[in-house]
């Protein structure tokens, strides 16, 4: 089996993902996927970077060879992995760039996204330490988004945001590490409590 294969099937499993459920994600065939499963054919650019959205993982993990293929192609975009996000920095001008990533999303091509590193154990399991979460910058937000928060000056945090007439309530998936936290409309605004990104993907290094 080469390498693609071995990858593939590693992000598969890891995934919880089988054959006909990545097929039915990617509109790749289930014939196609078995022989990328067996060795005997390698994604092309296009399948490439489907696999890769549907499994969350960066198309580089799957195969490496391709980054320089991924580069010249006019649909995909590099966007700043941000190594952290602190109190009082405006969203469109968020810096401490560690890396870059490739996306595909075109609304990237106007600076709009970055990405994120999880730390911390209190949105396990869904995202666990060193996930990369993508970010659209904005302020604003539907109640049950999972969003980039900044509270009374610390550093940014990966919650999910609950609202209502109230205030609002940062919600981590693991309650044992981060019990439910309520804010009231006057704490929101004296604090601050601020939303400076909504989390549109998530991808796993394995």
């Known amino acids: 089996m080469n390498n693609f294969a071995d990858k593939l099937k590693e992000a598969m499993e890891r995934a919880g993902i089988n054959a006909t459920e990545l097929s039915a994600k990617t509109g790749i065939s289930n014939s196609a996927i078995s022989r990328y499963l067996s060795g005997n054919y390698i994604a092309k650019q296009k399948n490439l970077l489907k696999l890769s959205m549907a499994l969350h993982v ?3 993990f799957l195969f490496p060879d391709s980054v320089k293929e991924l580069d010249n192609k006019v649909n995909v975009y590099r966007i700043p992995v941000v190594g952290k996000v602190v109190a009082g920095t405006p969203i469109d001008a968020i810096e401490n760039i560690t890396d870059y990533i490739r996306v595909t999303n075109p609304s990237a091509a ?3 996204y970055y990405a994120l590193h999880i730390t911390g154990a209190s949105m396990e399991p869904e995202m666990r ?3 990369l979460v993508i970010v659209h910058k904005q302020d604003y937000f539907d109640s049950g988004d999972i969003c980039i928060v900044l509270v009374n ?3 940014a945090t990966v919650k999910k945001v609950q609202k209502n007439e109230s205030g609002i309530t940062l919600i981590g998936f693991n309650p044992v590490v981060y019990p439910p936290h309520f804010y009231n409309a006057h704490e929101v605004e004296s604090l601050p409590v601020r939303i400076i990104g909504k989390v549109e993907e998530i991808r796993r290094k394995y």
């Open 58 to 60: 960066d198309p580089t």
């Open 110 to 112: 106007d600076g709009s």
């Open 129 to 131: 330490e060193g996930d």
């Open 153 to 155: 000056g610390n550093e």
